[in-house]
Each structure stands twice: as structure tokens, then as C-alpha cells.
T-cell receptor, first 110, second 113 residues
Framework: RKEVEQDPGPFNVPEGATVAFNCTYS??????FFWYRQDCRKEPKLLMS???SGNEDGRFTAQLNRASQYISLLIRDSKLSDSATYLC???????????FGKGTSLLVTP | DTGVSQDPRHKITKRGQNVTFRCDPI?????LYWYRQTLGQGPEFLTY????????KSRLLSDRFSAERPKGSFSTLEIQRTEQGDSAMYLC???????????FGSGTRLTVV
């Protein structure tokens, strides 16, 4: 079983839509969780950390469910510029290495 | 430019040749990481340095791979006797604190022919 599993998509949504991505992770001892964004042929960039209490950054909301070992990302009022691959990331036991999912592809259309 | 720099951006090499990549992290970052990414996959962890000490290595890092960070600043990743399966994007990242606050470089794209 992969450490981090995501639906690869693609998710095609119209501008202004709300879209949600989920991922599951296998290591119940993991302590740190993140969402990264990766544009085509570019490096990954940290979008936001994910906390147990849930956290919001503008149009983006991240949630963590430790009991079910899943993480979610909600994007409200989608913009064309949100088109990218969203990588679910879980820290390893050591806390240094990050385990990345394969990513979920989002395409926001006019 | 105060970001993470990687050199070269692209490398095409013949199978069996050795290649070396360089990474210059953000200057105040003491942690440096190497990852590998192939098409359609997320980045895979290769190795981690804290200052000059290599503290963690993935089992993906076969004996043909070696990484160094001799003075705790820049790092090199060498691949000996390259194979076609080594073709990938090699990403370097650095951070100051615990994993998560990574800044990635633009990567070195390796093609082995």
C-alpha cells in the first residue's frame, strides 16, 4: 500500500466552482501534513500546512481526520489560476522526509 | 536570487556515464534534501542533510548514487553508471526548521539515452 494515496483526477471544473480533494495516508504515527501545488514542469510549492483543528487560507480550507487517516483540501470560488496539480504530503516518522502522493490534477475552465 | 539553485537545468547523458548535479540552498537553511520525480508521480525522497551530516537515506538511493554536502552549504548528487531508469527530475529543497517548510529548486531534468 502506498504511503499517500490520491485520486489523480483530472478534475475539470468551471470558474467559480467549489472543488474538494481527499487523500489517505497509511502511517498512523505521522505528525505533519501539507498540501503542495505543482504547476506543469515546475517545482512543487507549499500551499498550506494541515492541522487537526482544520485551517483556512483565503479560498483554501484544509482538514485532517486522524481517526480515518485522511486529509482534504477545499477550494472555493475556483480561479483559472488554480489549475495545477495538488500534492498531498505526509511527513515520515523521522519528520524530515516527506511522502508525496501522486497528485490530483485540477483544470479550471472559463 | 535568494531561492534554491540547481545546476544544470537539463542533462542528457549516455547510458553508463557518470553525472553530477549541484544544489545551492537558501543560505540560512541548514537542512537540505534531494528528491526524484518521474512523470505522473509525486516527488520521492532520496536523502537528507543537516549541515554537512547525511542523516537519512532512502532505499531508493542505490550504491550508484552518492550525495555530499562537504561544508554544510552546497550539495552534490552523483549518479554513476547511469541507467535509463535514472531518467527523472532531480529536485533539491532546503529548510530551516522541521520538514514542511521546504523550498524546492527548479530541478535538474536528467535524460539517459
Amino acid at each position: 500500500r502506498k504511503e499517500v494515496e490520491q485520486d489523480p483526477g483530472p478534475f475539470n471544473v468551471p470558474e467559480g466552482a467549489t472543488v474538494a480533494f481527499n487523500c489517505t495516508y497509511s502511517n498512523s504515527a505521522s505528525q505533519s501534513f501539507f498540501w503542495y501545488r505543482q504547476d506543469c514542469r515546475k517545482e512543487p510549492k507549499l500551499l498550506m500546512s494541515v492541522y487537526s483543528s482544520g485551517n483556512e487560507d483565503g479560498r483554501f480550507t484544509a482538514q485532517l481526520n486522524r481517526a480515518s487517516q485522511y486529509i482534504s483540501l477545499l477550494i472555493r470560488d475556483s480561479k483559472l489560476s488554480d489549475s495545477a496539480t495538488y500534492l498531498c504530503v505526509v511527513a515520515s516518522n523521522s519528520g524530515y522526509a516527506l511522502n508525496f502522493g501522486k497528485g490530483t490534477s485540477l483544470l479550471v475552465t472559463p | 536570487d535568494t531561492g534554491v539553485s540547481q545546476d544544470p537545468r537539463h542533462k542528457i547523458t549516455k547510458r553508463g556515464q557518470n553525472v553530477t548535479f549541484r544544489c545551492d540552498p537558501i543560505s540560512e537553511h541548514n537542512r537540505l534534501y534531494w528528491y526524484r520525480q518521474t512523470l505522473g508521480q509525486g516527488p520521492e525522497f532520496l536523502t537528507y542533510f543537516q549541515n554537512e551530516a547525511q542523516l537519512e537515506k532512502s532505499r531508493l538511493l542505490s550504491d550508484r548514487f552518492s550525495a555530499e554536502r562537504p561544508k554544510g552549504s552546497f550539495s552534490t548528487l552523483e549518479i554513476q553508471r547511469t541507467e535509463q531508469g535514472d531518467s527523472a527530475m532531480y529536485l533539491c529543497a532546503s529548510s530551516l526548521a522541521q520538514a514542511g517548510g521546504y523550498t524546492f529548486g527548479s530541478g535538474t531534468r536528467l535524460t539517459v539515452v
